[in-house]
Nanobody, 123 residues
Framework: QVQLVESGGGLVQAGGSLRLSCLAS????????MAWFRQAPGKEREFVAT????????YYADSVKGRFTISRDNAKNTVYLQMDSLKPEDTALYYC????????????????WGQGTQVTVSS
């Protein structure tokens, strides 16, 4: 069992930055692929970014590529999402997830989920 707790969300103006954190506890964090997803009101949950357990491979949605950076610190059981040049369309509830499928963009490939942290970008 893995427990995930997100933090770092908030209200920011367009063009600003936020860094989300996801603290994991339970089973060995370093063995899992970690990912961020987001869900805006009335929309389906969508993939944002994922990182291999070793930190060697990262993948991004086209909509965030070049603006967001995913990273992890296995010693701290934490995965991060640095979000720069934020846009109003980035407004959503951001979820951290863990799984064993490397590079997957599908929510169904992730076994454990946090409760989410709200990101709101004003124009």
């Amino acid at each position: 069992q893995v427990q995930l707790v997100e933090s770092g969300g908030g209200l920011v103006q367009a063009g600003g930055s936020l860094r989300l954190s996801c603290l994991a506890s339970g089973r060995i964090f370093s063995s899992y692929t970690m990912a961020w997803f987001r869900q805006a009101p009335g929309k389906e949950r969508e993939f944002v970014a994922t990182i291999h357990w070793s930190g060697s491979n990262t993948y991004y949605a086209d909509s965030v590529k070049g603006r967001f950076t995913i990273s992890r610190d296995n010693a701290k059981n934490t995965v991060y999402l640095q979000m720069d040049s934020l846009k109003p369309e980035d407004t959503a509830l951001y979820y951290c997830a863990s799984g064993i499928s490397s590079g997957s963009r599908w929510p169904t490939d992730y076994n454990y989920w946090g409760q989410g942290t709200q990101v709101t970008v004003s124009s």
